[in-house]
């Protein structure tokens, strides 16, 4: 397939501060004990889409990431690992490698996807209708940032602000309107226009953007040459390609009929629209009916480009690692609900003990649990829900509740962990008690400390 | 019959429900459009009883609601009243063995609202009911929507209404349906149905539909429609006559009424639609409607309410080859051509070498030779004599065309108006005898005017129509005929000119078909507009560009309300002073004000101390010290008022804070005075010590730039805080 992979894998995000440090950018934060990107880029593997382009923000994250991936998919993938300036934004740092992309059609995956959609669908979909774009759309997940705690469904407003306003057409190939629910203020406007060609839309608000887009590239690289103020591809270049659609300003005819050997008047091109559309005899899109103009008048070419859709099937897992909140989500899933994703074998007790894990004696790992390579538990532990990673010492009379503990870290007797993340090298002193915190790298907590619902982490040194 | 069948199955299902199953189905129909779309015919007969292919549309409409299965049918006369009961008590309609119907007369109603409220004051309607006009063409069957209806009711006293819909896709081009009704755009819930948007009027150059946001927090899906059209039959409870009674300013059944209930969350009633996909439905609600529908009819879609079959009222004809219907006794020349899709009443002679297609020809009408007629709706008893050619026209009963006259696309001829010999009347003209109603000007017209229905002038004028039609019958007679040259020579009828800015749109309503011309001009146009509407980014959100802006946009949104709130109130409060109305009707307008904008009490009172405090600087003064009497003087007068609004102490400290910015913004001739006027305020009563006392507090932690009225108050704050430590 002539499909060129481009994975945004962005940089050291703010919001997921303090998990990740200046030694663990937000691509290497580990789900299930193995980085997060590794999802997406083992689903690539999976898919024969063996070239891919990792673009990372900032030098050093990339120098991280790049060290990950060549000790690990060395001879599996073709990865190319490219920095780009921080905060450029995703159009921006499409921007920057706009060079390198030379396939006719690009994928755009998101670093921190972890899904079990495959890309190839969405490349197929993307193909089948020779669109401009794709835009895969999963529905919300049911375990997913939705329902878990704080929130619930008692702020609706906020509900709907989380997602994306989709408008589909009665087919639910194409895309005829988007908006993410938190920038619409109160109204949701429609183009009439767009709703007359196509005579039906249905508007959903339960469809989540999974930030995985098939490009075609010469209309990605004219839209960004052109547009040089759009910064996002979710927020700009999609929505300015789904507005556009009927009024195309793209060159994309040009590049038709350069593809047909030289170029046309707008009459014959419509001719050859018309005798493809009767000999394909399939039922034309709208797109074509509307660039054909009314029947009987003067062919008018409108210019049109298709924007579709993927709509991945419920059951199917999806979720994005970009809060705090998804992090300790998405690690409970994976080895939970969608543990098929994690690609360990589960024990009978439905949690997977790494052999050389050590545990005391009537310390009990529960069912949904991940405990890594070469920690070490002391007596009459009890660890619920949870994730741990690799090389941990933890002592005695120690409850862990669905939290994640990364590598590394000490956790002293008598310590109680609830609903928090521990990020590497941390140090629990004895009967620290921690309920919804989240604890940056190599931070101490003190003997007997007690925390509640906080962010703790070391003052960065510059 | 099929209403036996319905009952039956009701009664079956549920016990408890017999009682109400056992109430006949009833139906309203409104034999009165409210509307002067098909003038200047309708000032002769009214709409209901003109004749589609032959026979009156109140015919099919009632027909239809027969095999229907309603029992009894409330026919609500307005215009042309005693026309439209005449007709009814010479059918065959009254006296039906299982379907009633009753007429109820009004004089004074102008709008299908009012005509519903006095339905109501008549009690008698008892449960569930159709509501129609009398110019719907159906064959649809109810028993599914009313079932429908009825279960929606049993689980959810709110849902009032269902409305039939079908699909049918208005052109993109020229943005109206193929019965030259306006887009319609739509939202519905695909599971429930539930109507949630209604947007008929296109909303014009707005190239977006706004939808609230909150619909779809209830809702994770929505259906927007262009493609449906609205076939006017509803089903409705009882509760609607009365809900047109509680809001007595409903006019129109969807403008109003429909809109109305979508909008007020308050009552929470509920709106469903049906939609039938194999049988008919549609309502002539202008001549392009008139003239699908016609065909429709002849094409047999209306099935059984077609020509060759009989139903009340037509008298039958023949199907031929092609879609031709011929009565038995039509004259026809050997060497008339009659085209397809074409229907010749009885007793109509046709001469030598006449073409004839696509059109519908009544009964004893007399057409010469060499005609050629395409298209066009002939009444009954027309006289066409030799060489004339018609196109795409209508041609009301007892018109004479002399020899040689020609009627371009688009014309009308109301009764009994004769065209001369050789004349060439241009398209889209309609001709009458009586004159072209002046405008008139009268506050009902206006008030009116958007919903096309002014039908107080009916009422007036068709009044004055009989007088000078009679006049003109007189007239005629003699050798007046020569006089009214203005269709040609020896005819007689004036040609309405097209009220300003409508000619325009003549080609909407028209029977003709939309010239080619025309098409490409919209298209052009359509095109402009689209790259307007899009240049125009800010009412697309979000585009990253725009996006402070749209921000900004909404914000203003806002804004915008209570500035024009708060120029109301100003506006109201001056027409106050002006005419001395009395403070209670002041407050009460200004209460009135407050809910339409959906505002705070608070808002109240910052508004009208701003309207007092522009008063009084608009007032002449010539030193700050006469601008702080006018003040005084304007405080004095409407304090009462004013302390109306001030019940607590947050709406004082609104007043305060409202003067604060028209000291730093608006009006900085205040800015100066703020401390006196402070004290003024405090020595009339309207400020307690506590607010400034309060607001000087919350001002403490403020920027400095805002300190800047604090600082000056602060010995008058002072003053006051010593003084309440004096009283304690």
Redesign the interface.
Known sequence: MDFQVVVLAGGFSKTLVPLVSKDVPKALLPVANRPVLSYVLELLEQNDLKNAIVVVEGESAALLISSWISSTFVDRLNVEVTAVPEDVGTAGALRAIDHRLTARDILVVSGDLVTEILPGAVAAAHRRHDAVVTAMFCSVPVSGPSDSGSSGAKDKAKKTGRYNIVGLDPTKQFLLHIAAGAEVEKDIRVQKSILRAVGQMEIRADLMDAHMYAFKRSVLQDVLNQKETFQSLRRDVLPYLVRTQLRSELLLNGVQSDENGNGKDALQNSKILLSQLLKNASTPSFHEIYALGPAGSAPILRRTHKCCVYIANKSKYCARLNSLQAFSDINRDVVGDANHLSGYTFSAQNNIIHPSAILGSKTTVGPQCMLGEGSEMGDKCSVKKSVIGRHCRIGSNVKIVNSVVMNHVTIGDGCSIQGSIICSNVQLQERAVLKDCQVGAGFVITSGSEYKGESLAKKEKQ | MVAKKGNKGGMGGEDAEEELTRVPLQAILLADSFATLFRPITLERPKVLLPLVNAPMIDYTLAWLESAGVDEVFVFCCAHSKQVIDYLENSKWFGQPNFSVTTIESYNSTSAGDALRLIYEKHVIRGDFILVTGDTVSNMPLTQALKEHKERRRKDSNAVMTMVIKQS?????T?QSRLGTE?L?M?ID?ETKQLLYYEDKAAAL????????A???D?????????KQDCYIDICSPEVLSLFTDNFDYQHLRRHFVKGLLVDDIMGYKIFTHEIHSSYAARIDNYRSYDTISKDIIQRWTYPLVPDVQFFGNSVTKLERQGMYRASDVELSRSAKIGPFTVIGSGTKIGNYTEVSNSVIGEGCVIGSDVSIDGCYIWDKVTIEDGCKLKHAIVCDGVIMKSGAVLEAGVVLSFKVIIGSRFVVPAYSKVSLLQQPVKQDSDEELEYADNSSGNIEIATLSNAAEKLEEELRTELSDSQIQSVSEVGNGGAGFIWSVSEGGHDEEWRHSVAPIP?DR??EI?KNA?DE??I??EDGN???????L?PDS?ND?DE?VRDDSVQFEKEVEATFLRAVNENVKEDHVILEVNSLRLSYNLAATDCAGALFYAMMKLALDAPHGSPGELVKNVAAVITKWNKLLKYYLPSIDEEIEVILKFEEMCLESTKEYSTLFVQILHLLYDKDILEEDAILNWASEKEEADESDKLLLKQAEKFIQWLNEASEEEE
């Open positions: 896709k208005s052109s993109p081009i943005h887009e755009f939202a695909p707005k190239g977006t539909i706004s939808l609230d946001k619909l779809l927090m809702n994770s899906s929505i259906s927007l429609h262009n493609d080619m098409l490409v298209i095109t689209l790259d509407s899009n009412i697309l959100p979000p585009s990253g560009e996006e921000v909404s949104d």
